[in-house]
């Protein structure tokens, strides 16, 4: 049945949002975005031909209300929804909501979420179609005690996951029965935090796998596709980091089979529109059923860039009632993509989420990149959304081309004033295992370790920082003569006692290590020109409260200037005080003043970006003070608890 519209809303925000907004203007439909408070300037706003704003900042006030949603619709006269993908894209309720409003919900109808939004049930469907899958347990019997019995059954090493769940979120790897009752209680407390369900499942946990996706798209004329396969192994926490079309690990005829059994599933749930059949390809070439996510997925670019199709354009098509254009016969992959997500994160802290003011922000715009992305210069990143910033994607003849122009695309990008993963994506993308096409979902872990970044700044890098400390705080500086003026810096911990001195456009900087000279031209907005042993160099900079940030190419740096700062006290030497580590919100507290812990000890739980972060005791002792409660915001830094060292308790 063919169901016009004409005026699409799009009820998203960010990169997701923006990407929707391209093609819904240019298949000619009006546009409506909806804002929540905080993004009432953000770059989704500014594609829209209209804007409402629909709530607070926090997402159960905004983006997840599904009736401000519908209200918004039908104040502006839209009569389409278009979900994107996260928040409500999943929610069936939503997709009834939308449909009972006499609008149309771009997306499958709510019967085929339901049947694959609860992991459980959807393994129950899959094994009914024949579609192969982890042994595992997905009974409606979730005590303790059901659970550790059918761990012991189904055996070590095991997976306890959120039935509820995605993300990556409210999933635990348990190698054996030792961990599993510690792993069942913080699985269901992530799970009912993220999703408010905190039901479990339980899988064998495949060792070493690729994790593989297969795109399939379904229309109301019976007609089901797959477009191809996507790499999606490169991961941490369970997260995508990086991922490929087509995989490196699939042949014609693997992909042909599983192709074909991820249209078997679509197929088994009457599935119309876009969605992801996900599955763990083992070392012998074995794959089984993971999950369907009845949406668009965030990789959805590299798929578009081998198939030449616009995967939202199809989107809209299916929903209007038209039927594929395309048949199996003419999906054609041409060529390599790859794609990296730019998260606000720091890779060096265990992979900390990030806020504050992107104060200098030019995504690369190079043969073969492309950058989905919802940012202007001088946003803010905040605790309230996921740390992803921006999609980079590169295209090319072969894998190696895409991997090289991702590489000089990412290097190209510039992202200063808040923390990001970009050097940590390059260090992935030069990886010799990566580069040869074999990592799986260990990859970090097994290649990176703690060690994500390069360790110290090059003495060039140094020196321009000490030269755009003294520029900034002391002017201009022309002396007639050399003069040796002191300044101290301090990069990822490490005080730098300097020397500059400067004679014409010349700059002379001495440390403990030797001497370095730097011609500096006059720096353009955010771009210093300078040369070192006569070589012609250029730096993006920026400088705000922070310091002084520095894009060397493959790593970004940012310095303090210390030079007149005070002196650092020492009255939290004992380690006893307990800072935030990120802005967030303060999920649970597990002790309370008087109790003795000891080190390693969970005191708080933080929660930011929708992912949970322990606050472990650093000594043992006795907890003297809590400095807030359950619910309180918290900033960067702040102080929430204290403990007493155990010798200092009388």
Same mark, same amino acid.
């Given at each position: 049945?063919?169901?016009?519209?004409?005026?699409?809303?799009?009820?998203?925000?960010?990169?997701?949002?923006? &990407?929707?907004?391209?093609?819904?203007?240019?298949?000619?439909?009006?546009?409506?975005?909806?804002?929540?408070?905080?993004?009432?300037?953000?770059?989704?706003?500014?594609?829209?031909?209209?804007?409402?704003?629909?709530?607070?900042?926090?997402?159960?006030?905004?983006?997840?209300?599904?009736? #401000?949603?519908?209200?918004?619709?039908?104040?502006?006269?839209?009569?389409?929804?278009?979900?994107?993908?996260?928040?409500?894209?999943?929610?069936?309720?939503?997709?009834?909501?939308?449909?009972?409003?006499?609008?149309?919900?771009?997306?499958?109808?709510?019967?085929?979420?339901?049947?694959?939004?609860?992991?459980?049930?959807?393994?129950?469907?899959?094994?009914?179609?024949?579609?192969?899958?982890?042994?595992?347990?997905?009974?409606?019997?979730?005590?303790?005690? &059901?659970?550790?019995?059918?761990?012991?059954?189904?055996?070590?090493?095991?997976?306890?996951?959120?039935?509820?769940?995605?993300?990556?979120?409210?999933?635990?790897?348990?190698?054996?029965?030792?961990?599993?009752?510690?792993?069942?209680?913080?699985?269901?407390?992530?799970?009912?935090?993220?999703?408010?369900?905190?039901?479990?499942?339980?899988? #064998?946990?495949?060792?070493?796998?690729?994790?593989?996706?297969?795109?399939?798209?379904?229309?109301?004329?019976?007609?089901?596709? %797959? /477009?191809?396969?996507?790499?999606?192994?490169?991961?941490?926490?369970?997260?995508?980091?990086?991922?490929?079309?087509?995989?490196?690990?699939?042949?014609?005829?693997?992909?042909?089979?599983?192709?074909?059994?991820? @249209?078997?599933?679509?197929?088994?749930?009457?599935?119309?529109?876009?969605?992801?059949?996900?599955?763990?390809?083992?070392?012998?070439?074995?794959?089984?059923?993971?999950?369907?996510? $009845?949406? /668009?997925?965030?990789? %959805?670019?590299?798929?578009?860039?081998?198939?030449?199709?616009?995967?939202?354009?199809?989107?809209?098509?299916?929903?209007?009632?038209?039927?594929?254009?395309?048949?199996?016969?003419?999906?054609?992959?041409?060529?390599?993509?790859?794609?990296?997500?730019?998260?606000?994160?720091?890779?060096?802290?265990?992979?900390?989420?990030?806020?504050?003011?992107?104060?200098?922000?030019?995504?690369?715009?190079?043969?073969?990149?492309?950058?989905?992305?919802?940012?202007?210069?001088?946003? !803010?990143?905040?605790?309230?959304?996921?740390?992803?910033?921006?999609?980079?994607?590169?295209?090319?003849?072969?894998?190696?081309?895409?991997?090289?122009?991702?590489?000089?695309?990412?290097?190209?990008?510039?992202?200063?004033? @808040?923390? $990001?993963?970009?050097?940590?994506?390059?260090?992935?993308?030069?990886?010799?295992?990566?580069?040869?096409?074999?990592?799986? !979902?260990?990859?970090?872990?097994?290649?990176?370790?703690?060690?994500?970044?390069?360790?110290?700044?090059?003495?060039?890098?140094?020196?321009?920082?000490?030269?755009?400390?003294?520029?900034?705080?002391?002017?201009?500086?022309?002396?007639?003569?050399?003069?040796?003026?002191?300044? &101290?810096?301090?990069?990822?911990?490490?005080?730098?006692?300097?020397?500059?001195?400067?004679?014409?456009?010349?700059?002379?900087?001495?440390?403990?290590?030797?001497?370095?000279?730097?011609?500096?031209?006059?720096?353009?907005?955010?771009?210093?020109?300078?040369?070192?042993?006569?070589?012609?160099?250029?730096?993006?900079?920026?400088?705000?409260?922070?310091?002084?940030?520095?894009?060397?190419?493959?790593?970004?740096?940012?310095?303090?200037?210390?030079?007149?700062?005070?002196?650092?006290?020492?009255?939290?030497?004992?380690?006893?005080?307990? %800072?935030?580590?990120?802005?967030? $919100?303060?999920?649970?507290?597990?002790?309370?003043?008087?109790?003795?812990?000891?080190?390693?000890?969970?005191?708080?739980?933080?929660?930011?970006?929708?992912?949970? %972060?322990?606050?472990?005791?650093?000594?043992?002792?006795?907890?003297?003070?809590?400095?807030?409660?359950?619910? $309180?915001?918290?900033?960067?830094?702040?102080?929430?608890?204290?403990?007493?060292?155990?010798?200092?308790?009388?």
């Amino acid at each position: 049945m063919f169901r016009p519209f004409r005026k699409v809303l799009v009820a998203n925000r960010g990169e997701i949002a923006c &990407r929707v907004l391209k093609t819904a203007r240019a298949k000619g439909f009006s546009t409506v975005a909806v804002v929540s408070e905080v993004d009432v300037d953000a770059r989704h706003a500014t594609l829209a031909d209209e804007v409402v704003v629909i709530g607070p900042a926090p997402v159960g006030q905004s983006y997840l209300d599904a009736k #401000r949603i519908i209200d918004a619709a039908e104040r502006t006269g839209a009569d389409a929804i278009h979900p994107g993908y996260g928040f409500l894209s999943e929610r069936a309720e939503f997709a009834e909501a939308c449909v009972n409003a006499g609008l149309v919900f771009i997306g499958p109808a709510a019967a085929s979420i339901r049947a694959m939004g609860d992991k459980s049930e959807s393994k129950r469907r899959m094994i009914a179609a024949g579609v192969p899958c982890i042994p595992g347990y997905e009974g409606e019997d979730e005590s303790d005690a &059901r659970l550790t019995q059918a761990a012991n059954e189904v055996g070590y090493p095991i997976m306890v996951k959120a039935s509820a769940g995605g993300g990556g979120r409210g999933i635990r790897l348990v190698n054996g029965p030792e961990d599993l009752a510690a792993a069942i209680v913080s699985a269901r407390s992530e799970a009912k935090n993220a999703f408010g369900d905190d039901r479990l499942l339980l899988e #064998r946990a495949v060792v070493e796998p690729r994790h593989i996706e297969i795109q399939v798209f379904g229309d109301t004329h019976g007609n089901v596709v %797959h /477009l191809g396969e996507r790499d999606c192994s490169v991961q941490r926490r369970h997260q995508k980091v990086v991922e490929e079309a087509p995989s490196p690990a699939v042949d014609p005829a693997l992909r042909e089979r599983m192709g074909s059994a991820a @249209v078997q599933a679509a197929r088994a749930i009457d599935y119309v529109g876009a969605g992801t059949v996900e599955f763990l390809l083992d070392q012998d070439g074995n794959f089984y059923f993971l999950e369907m996510n $009845t949406r /668009l997925q965030v990789e %959805h670019p590299v798929t578009e860039i081998v198939t030449g199709l616009d995967l939202v354009a199809l989107q809209f098509d299916v929903a209007a009632g038209r039927a594929l254009p395309i048949s199996q016969k003419d999906v054609k992959l041409q060529g390599h993509a790859i794609e990296v997500r730019l998260y606000a994160e720091d890779a060096d802290r265990d992979f900390m989420p990030q806020t504050g003011k992107l104060g200098s922000w030019r995504p690369s715009d190079g043969v073969g990149v492309r950058t989905d992305h919802g940012l202007l210069a001088g946003a !803010t990143i905040t605790q309230y959304y996921d740390s992803m910033i921006a999609k980079v994607i590169s295209g090319g003849t072969d894998r190696e081309e895409a991997r090289r122009r991702l590489v000089r695309g990412l290097r190209e990008t510039r992202a200063l004033g @808040v923390v $990001t993963n970009k050097s940590f994506l390059m260090r992935i993308l030069e990886d010799e295992e990566f580069k040869q096409g074999a990592a799986t !979902t260990g990859f970090i872990q097994r290649r990176f370790g703690e060690q994500t970044s390069a360790t110290h700044p090059s003495p060039e890098v140094i020196g321009l920082a000490a030269i755009l400390a003294v520029r900034t705080s002391r002017g201009e500086w022309q002396p007639s003569a050399w003069v040796n003026h002191p300044v &101290r810096l301090e990069c990822k911990g490490e005080r730098l006692d300097l020397k500059v001195a400067k004679r014409g456009r010349e700059w002379q900087v001495n440390s403990d290590s030797g001497s370095i000279l730097i011609t500096l031209d006059e720096p353009e907005t955010g771009i210093a020109t300078w040369s070192s042993n006569k070589v012609l160099k250029e730096a993006p900079f920026y400088i705000d409260q922070d310091g002084i940030w520095i894009d060397a190419g493959d790593e970004i740096w940012v310095f303090r200037d210390i030079t007149y700062a005070p002196p650092e006290t020492n009255s939290a030497s004992s380690g006893g005080d307990l %800072h935030a580590p990120m802005v967030g $919100t303060v999920a649970a507290i597990h002790v309370k003043p008087g109790d003795r812990v000891v080190r390693g000890a969970v005191i708080m739980v933080i929660e930011a970006m929708k992912m949970e %972060h322990s606050v472990l005791a650093k000594i043992d002792g006795v907890v003297r003070a809590i400095s807030c409660s359950v619910g $309180t915001q918290v900033s960067n830094k702040a102080l929430l608890a204290s403990i007493e060292p155990e010798n200092d308790v009388i």
